[in-house]
């Protein structure tokens, strides 16, 4: 849209996230209004039809070798796999830095690492957000084991869990699952989110996250959490699950916040199908590096990140690594509020 847009209510404005350590510009005059902003290409439906979807339960045979499932039989709930087609390969003996010698500065290591697929429902037309919360309960603590059992390599360092879901969202297959990439290395984007929380912590000897005060931007709560629109967000009705207690690592949480989890998780993506036309999504799990110092632990917070593929990026955003969000985050959890859900069947 042209910058002649329909919200000229408001002025731009920049802010800057102590969490991510990000500046994002919000300029109310590049879109519609906040309610107008819907996906224009929503992730339809899984067709019924398993017969060649290598996730279905009775393809097994299909698929990388299984890690675990549960229960343990053939009627399984959720079953963790190998990545067939991994970004790293768990067979190396382990990383080693060694010189890049192509003339040029730089450095490189060997691609050791492991990259899982958790297979969350065995039935092909079933989405994360028609589960029971107590089976994205399940979910979420397959995530916990698997990052427990990968947490005894001493050369992994991070450990990001994700989901993609909708083609434009980077997902391949239409089945719902998600994935799990263990990292011997630290991400930029995760150490510039570590040094945002410390710098905060040392202005002012509090958690960041823990500091949030979510009235103009909470959409909801449950016993454990709180859901609200990061006051910098950097995507247009981009939502953040935060725990209510301090806690550095998502790994840590037991089978009653996780089951409060998926609850809140659920109404999130409901929530989110209902207002923006049921968009393509990403979600990821951002919790703190695998070996942290106890000083680091008063400051990392973990939360989970929900972004819907609302607006592409452009040279802008790629260039400076700041981005242009045309919805202030107070109007985006205010429309979530509002979202009247209908009653499940």
């Not at 993506?269 to 008063?298: A, D, G």
Request: proline share 8%.
């Amino acid at each position: 849209m042209s910058s002649q847009g329909q919200n000229t209510g408001r002025r731009p404005e920049l802010r800057h996230d102590p969490v991510t350590n990000r500046w994002v510009i919000f300029s109310p005059a590049r879109a519609k209004r906040p309610t107008d902003l819907k996906s224009k290409s929503p992730q339809n439906s899984n067709p019924n039809d398993n017969s060649s979807c290598p996730f279905c339960i009775g393809n097994e045979h299909e698929c990388a070798p299984e890690i675990f499932r549960v229960p343990s039989d053939p009627n399984w709930k959720l079953r963790v796999i190998e990545n067939l087609y991994p970004a790293l390969n768990r067979n190396l003996e382990g990383p080693c830095d060694e010189k890049q010698d192509m003339g040029v500065p730089g450095l490189a290591m060997g691609g050791f690492g492991f990259h899982d697929v958790v297979i969350e429902n065995p039935v092909h037309s079933v989405h994360l957000c028609d589960m029971e919360a107590r089976d994205i309960g399940q979910v979420l603590l397959a995530y916990k084991k698997r990052i427990q059992q990968i947490a005894t390599v001493e050369s992994i360092k991070y450990v990001q869990v994700f989901k993609n879901h909708g083609a434009s969202a980077g997902a391949s297959m239409s089945h719902s699952h998600s994935q799990i990439l263990a990292l011997p290395i630290i991400p930029s984007s995760v150490s510039a989110r570590f040094e945002g929380m410390n710098e905060y912590f040392e202005k002012t000897g509090k958690c960041s996250l823990c500091e949030v005060q979510a009235k103009e931007l909470l959409i909801d709560e449950s016993t454990h959490f709180i859901s609200i629109v990061p006051f910098a967000a950097t995507f247009p009705f981009e939502i953040w699950i935060i725990p209510r207690a301090h806690s550095s690592h998502f790994h840590e949480f037991d089978c009653e916040k996780m089951v409060d989890l998926g609850g809140l998780l659920k109404l999130m993506l409901r929530k989110m199908s209902l207002q923006l036309n049921n968009p393509p999504f990403n979600f990821m799990i951002q919790t703190s590096p695998l070996q942290v110092k106890e000083s680091e632990l008063f400051y990392s917070h973990w939360f989970l990140q929900i972004i819907p593929q609302l607006s592409g990026v452009g040279g802008f955003e790629i260039g400076t690594g700041c981005y242009i969000n045309p919805v202030f985050p107070e109007d985006a959890a205010k429309v979530m509020r509002e979202v009247n859900l209908p009653v499940e069947g």
